[in-house]
């Protein structure tokens, strides 16, 4: 009998764009039957910078159950689904805060060999979904993982229109993640689960 494919679906999230897509993520692995970890990475704004905006104060409260990311996190999982909003065409600096803390994980191979997949959101159009994704490529390159993206592997990613990783415009957080989003993060989780459960068996097996 194959054993479970663990999934560390990680993710940071300001108002809650990025939060609804890592729950999508989560579901899908689950229904992929995978065990799976959603872990938000740590907040670094001020307190006031917070209170200042509802959204944000709101969304704090609301997942203030979450537990936070640890390293161990990714050392116990086969595949990791990274989550992010764009900032500049790249991460979020709370999770770009979290992949520095991974230096020794890293320097022991405890990161390679793992699949990663990733989604991110954008308040504009061509706000840099698709640079954001690749720059966390780089990061999984480094540590020597497999990354999954969806492709168009599906006719449902030829409306999605991004084969990197799954991604949202949110219009200033104005607009929640729709289906064609949503969908395109669950295909995403379970391609990744696929492929890990495919590689966990040709390990163990």
């Known amino acids: ?45 001020p307190d006031e910078a917070i209170r200042s905006n509802s959204g944000w104060e709101a969304h704090r ?10 390293p161990d996190d990714l050392s116990w999982a086969d595949v990791v689904i990274f989550g992010s909003p764009t900032r500049y065409g790249l991460i979020a600096a709370q999770l770009k805060q979290f992949i520095d803390t991974t230096g020794p994980l890293w320097a022991q191979g ?24 690749l720059s966390l490529f780089h990061v999984f390159y480094h540590w020597g993982g497999i990354v999954v993206a969806p492709g168009y592997t599906e006719p ?19 607009t929640a993640p729709d289906q064609v989003a949503l969908g395109a993060t669950a295909l ?7 492929i890990g459960a495919a590689l966990k068996q040709g390990l163990t097996g």
């Open 1 to 45: 009998m194959a054993a479970q494919v663990k999934v560390a679906v990680i993710y940071y999230s300001a108002t809650g764009i990025t939060y609804q897509m890592a729950q999508s993520a989560r579901e899908a692995a689950e229904e992929a039957g995978a065990e799976v970890r959603l872990r938000k990475v740590r907040e670094l704004a």
């Open 156 to 174: 449902s990613q030829f409306v999605a229109g991004n084969p990197y990783g799954a991604s949202h415009t949110s219009n200033n957080g104005e």
């Open 61 to 70: 409260l609301e997942t203030q159950d979450v537990d936070e990311a640890q």
């Open 188 to 194: 995403t989780a379970k391609r990744a689960v696929r």
């Open 110 to 133: 405890a990161l390679a060999d793992k699949v990663y997949s990733a989604f991110t959101s954008t308040a504009t159009h061509h706000g840099g979904q698709e640079s954001t994704l």
